[in-house]
Nanobody, 125 residues
Framework: QVLLVESGGGLVQAGGSLRLGCTAS????????MSWFRRRPGEEREFVAG????????LHADSLEGRLTITRDDAKNTAYLRMNSLKPDDTAIYYC??????????????????WGQGTQVTVSS
């Protein structure tokens, strides 16, 4: 069982940046593949970015147009999502998700075992 806790959400003006964090309780964080998903108001859940447990495979959603960077710090049991040039359309609840030693399918929410509670990101115009 893995507990995930997101952090770093909040209110930001359009054009600004945020770095979201996802800290896991796992004793072997390096074995976890980590992905980020979001749910915008009135929209279905969508994939944002993901990184395989090995770090070899990284996947980004086309909708963010290269405005993000996903990283991880195994020493801190934390994955990060840096988002730049934020737009009002980026307003959403952002969730991190984890799966053990997942190499492919980082954008498929149905195969992730663990989920955080989400953190609200609101981008004002």
């Amino acid at each position: 069982q893995v507990l995930l806790v997101e952090s770093g959400g909040g209110l930001v003006q359009a054009g600004g940046s945020l770095r979201l964090g996802c800290t896991a309780s796992a004793t072997a964080f390096s074995t976890l593949s980590m992905s980020w998903f979001r749910r915008r108001p009135g929209e279905e859940r969508e994939f944002v970015a993901g990184m395989s447990w090995s770090g070899q495979n990284i996947l980004h959603a086309d909708s963010l147009e290269g405005r993000l960077t996903i990283t991880r710090d195994d020493a801190k049991n934390t994955a990060y999502l840096r988002m730049n040039s934020l737009k009002p359309d980026d307003t959403a609840i952002y969730y991190c998700a984890a799966a053990i030693r997942l190499e492919f399918g980082l954008n498929h929410s149905e195969i992730f075992d663990y989920w955080g509670q989400g953190t609200q990101v609101t981008v004002s115009s």
